[in-house]
């Protein structure tokens, strides 16, 4: 089975539709990896990427986005090469509820109760479940 390396481009390019062109090519590539034609490879970068490109360049709500992403990340066939699957989906699960940061959540996730070290004062507010 054919592998592809999916860009953050292609993402956006399936979200927002804004070039109709790309846009179809985008719908292929993701229809092709759910009829499992393909095996889609996603780098945990590309989805950093997704979510910052998104949310500060578009300017648009998480609550519009995030199902968005989870929805294509359970198909069967879309793999992630640098972390597994279920604790990306778990990080964007808990990105739809409070607002911290994508890289927060996700380093405390992976910590697995080891000192994160950081200036960044969301780590406290992370482990106390402290939300804003």
């Known amino acids: 089975m054919k592998e592809a390396l999916i860009d953050t481009n292609i993402f956006v390019r399936h979200f ?5 062109q790309q846009a179809q090519k985008a719908k292929e590539v993701f229809n092709s990896v759910e009829k499992k034609e393909k095996t889609g490879l996603v780098s945990i970068l590309v989805i950093n990427e997704l979510i910052w490109i998104l949310e500060k360049y578009y300017n648009l709500k998480r609550k519009v986005f995030l199902p968005k992403i989870l929805k294509l990340l359970v198909f069967e066939n879309l793999k992630i090469l640098e972390a597994k699957k279920d604790i ?3 990080v964007l699960e808990k990105m739809q509820k ?5 890289t927060d959540l996700y380093l405390n996730q992976v910590a697995n109760g080891r000192e994160i070290v950081s200036f960044d004062k969301d780590f406290e507010k992370i482990k106390k479940g402290r939300y804003y």
């Open 16 to 20: 927002l539709g804004d070039i109709p």
């Open 98 to 102: 409070q607002k911290f940061d994508f």
């Open 88 to 90: 990306l989906i778990e």
